[in-house]
Protein backbone atom coordinates (compact mmCIF):
# COMPACT_ATOMS: atom_id res chain seq x y z
CA UNK A 1 0.00 0.00 0.00
CA UNK A 2 1.51 3.63 -0.83
CA UNK A 3 2.05 6.17 1.58
CA UNK A 4 -0.55 8.58 -0.04
CA UNK A 5 -3.34 5.47 0.44
CA UNK A 6 -2.01 4.59 4.14
CA UNK A 7 -2.68 8.19 4.85
CA UNK A 8 -6.30 8.19 3.53
CA UNK A 9 -7.13 5.09 5.39
CA UNK A 10 -5.49 6.28 8.68
CA UNK A 11 -7.68 9.64 8.32
CA UNK A 12 -10.89 7.62 7.11
CA UNK A 13 -10.68 5.09 10.14
CA UNK A 14 -9.97 7.80 12.70
CA UNK A 15 -12.68 10.23 11.48
CA UNK A 16 -15.24 6.83 12.49
CA UNK A 17 -13.73 7.30 15.56
CA UNK A 18 -13.73 10.55 16.72
CA UNK A 19 -16.79 11.61 19.25
CA UNK A 20 -19.71 13.28 18.20
CA UNK A 21 -21.19 16.78 19.68
CA UNK A 22 -23.78 15.05 21.90
CA UNK A 23 -24.84 14.13 25.06
CA UNK A 24 -24.36 11.03 26.58
CA UNK A 25 -26.90 9.53 28.89
CA UNK A 26 -27.69 6.31 30.72
CA UNK A 27 -31.62 5.84 31.29
CA UNK A 28 -32.65 2.89 33.71
CA UNK A 29 -35.98 2.01 32.50
CA UNK A 30 -37.39 -0.57 34.41
CA UNK A 31 -34.30 -2.55 35.54
CA UNK A 32 -33.71 -2.14 30.93
CA UNK A 33 -31.30 0.47 30.74
CA UNK A 34 -30.69 2.71 27.48
CA UNK A 35 -27.87 4.11 25.83
CA UNK A 36 -28.47 7.90 24.54
CA UNK A 37 -26.85 10.24 22.28
CA UNK A 38 -28.16 13.58 22.07
CA UNK A 39 -27.17 16.02 19.64
CA UNK A 40 -29.59 19.22 20.54
CA UNK A 41 -30.81 21.46 17.74
CA UNK A 42 -34.17 22.78 16.58
CA UNK A 43 -37.32 21.71 14.89
CA UNK A 44 -38.71 17.91 15.07
CA UNK A 45 -36.24 15.46 16.54
CA UNK A 46 -34.49 12.77 14.30
CA UNK A 47 -34.30 9.10 16.51
CA UNK A 48 -31.99 6.68 14.86
CA UNK A 49 -32.19 3.00 15.93
CA UNK A 50 -29.68 0.36 15.53
CA UNK A 51 -30.62 -2.83 14.48
CA UNK A 52 -29.15 -6.43 12.97
CA UNK A 53 -26.99 -6.52 15.92
CA UNK A 54 -25.25 -3.24 15.61
CA UNK A 55 -25.18 -0.61 19.28
CA UNK A 56 -25.87 3.16 18.78
CA UNK A 57 -22.38 3.56 17.36
CA UNK A 58 -22.85 2.62 13.93
CA UNK A 59 -24.69 6.29 13.51
CA UNK A 60 -21.75 8.36 15.03
CA UNK A 61 -19.90 8.88 11.40
CA UNK A 62 -22.90 10.47 9.98
CA UNK A 63 -24.43 12.33 12.51
CA UNK A 64 -22.62 15.29 12.42
CA UNK A 65 -22.99 16.00 8.93
CA UNK A 66 -27.10 15.33 9.22
CA UNK A 67 -27.17 17.93 12.12
CA UNK A 68 -24.81 19.81 9.74
CA UNK A 69 -27.41 20.05 6.64
CA UNK A 70 -31.31 19.51 8.90
CA UNK A 71 -30.04 21.41 12.25
CA UNK A 72 -32.31 19.55 13.94
CA UNK A 73 -31.84 17.18 17.27
CA UNK A 74 -30.58 14.39 16.42
CA UNK A 75 -30.83 11.09 19.50
CA UNK A 76 -29.31 7.34 19.15
CA UNK A 77 -30.07 4.98 21.39
CA UNK A 78 -29.22 0.82 22.44
CA UNK A 79 -30.20 -0.91 24.64
CA UNK A 80 -27.31 -2.40 27.21
CA UNK A 81 -27.44 -5.88 28.95
Given at each position: MGNFQ???LLIFVLSLALPIRGQDTLV???GYNLHFIIVKG???PILFEAGGG???SVW???LDKIHEVTGTTLITYCRLP
Amino acid sequence: MGNFQFKILLIFVLSLALPIRGQDTLVDIGGYNLHFIIVKGDGIPILFEAGGGNDASVWNGILDKIHEVTGTTLITYCRLP
